[in-house]
């Protein structure tokens, strides 16, 4: 595979899911540029927006594992690594392996189970590992983990630490789709196809798991000047002594804004990174890593703007 095959995978991808799904392009684009990075995603967004119907579809587009797991209030830790089973006859313990065990981890509402099983993802997510009764068990790659959260209802959820939070690579916001979109989802249905029964859109995946691999790999050699380098530290240090901001990113956020930008080149078919690619993913990458002062949540600012302004006042480098 060479380089210029990214795009065309990548489109080809984005053809395959827009069958199902319409609209949320800022969305689908997300997924499937953390896929080929191997970024975890949390997707934020109310009821009924297709934010799992995407993860399903990808998973048919992908030819992969895929796994969905519903977070509720008595999911236990073991529920999603597995856990030892004692076996009488041979009297010795067998691994019973979770659901984590996949290539494609879909945690639906992950903020309505408690922290203690909330954190049995941290290892998961950033070690692709389990370790279990003394015995570290290796995840079959690629992996990815799609997390979905509502962020209107509160009752009965727990939020997620700062610490789970930073391991997402982006947060993705599904938003209602426009007049036109609406009545392209009623057509659906008025024609006899429904989501839920995906046989009926004609779907073909278009790479395997192990395209997946040489995509990650490929994406490595793209090219970050000095001067993109130099511009990500800028955004960093702003970010953390903004005035509206409490408490900004850490050096993580850097990490996956600079890896996350050569996937967007190699997707929009280039093989350097430009100040764009940056610019297009610092609000996936840093709006969950930023914690606005209180009287700036009162005066209703949102970290969407505060990082639309930290961007304004960051000289770009000249191309």
Not at 197 to 202: A, E, G, H
Not at 253 to 281: H, M, Q, S, W, Y
């Amino acid at each position: 595979m060479q380089l210029i095959q990214v795009k065309e995978l990548f489109e080809a991808a984005i053809d395959q899911i827009g069958k199902v799904v319409v609209g949320q392009h800022e969305l689908v684009e997300g997924v499937l540029i953390a896929l080929f990075t191997e970024g975890s995603v949390l997707i934020e967004g109310p009821p009924g927006l297709g934010k799992t119907l995407l993860v399903n579809v990808l998973s048919k587009t992908v030819s992969c594992g895929f796994r969905r797991v519903q977070f509720t209030p008595d999911l236990m830790p073991s529920d999603l690594t597995g856990h030892s089973i004692y076996d009488m006859k041979q009297q010795t313990f067998h691994f019973n392996k979770g659901p984590v065990f996949t290539n494609l981890l879909l945690t639906d509402e992950i903020n309505r189970s408690p922290p203690k099983t909330q954190a049995a993802l941290l290892e998961v997510m950033q070690e692709r590992q389990v370790s279990v009764d003394g015995t570290t068990w290796q995840l079959e790659r690629p992996f990815l983990v799609i997390a979905t959260q509502n962020p209107i209802e509160h009752e009965g959820t727990y939020p997620l630490p700062d610490a789970q939070v930073d391991r997402f690579m982006f947060k993705l916001l599904a938003d209602y789709p426009s007049p036109a979109e609406e009545t392209e989802i009623l057509q659906h249905y008025a024609i006899g196809k429904d989501p839920r029964q995906l046989s009926d859109f004609d779907l073909q995946p278009v790479m395997q798991a192990g395209d997946i691999l040489v995509i990650q790999q490929l994406v490595r050699s793209v090219i970050v000047e000095p001067g993109i380098i130099k511009y990500i530290v800028d955004i960093m240090g702003a970010a953390r002594t903004w005035s509206s901001v409490s408490i900004g990113p850490g050096p993580r956020a850097g990490v996956n804004l600079l890896i996350a930008a050569r996937t967007l080149a190699a997707c929009r078919g280039r093989d350097f990174v430009t100040p764009d690619d940056i610019k297009e993913l610092s609000l996936w990458v840093l709006r969950h890593r930023l914690r606005l002062r209180p009287e700036a949540e009162i005066e209703g600012l949102t970290p969407d703007e505060a990082i639309r302004s930290i961007l304004e006042s960051v000289e770009a480098p000249r191309a």
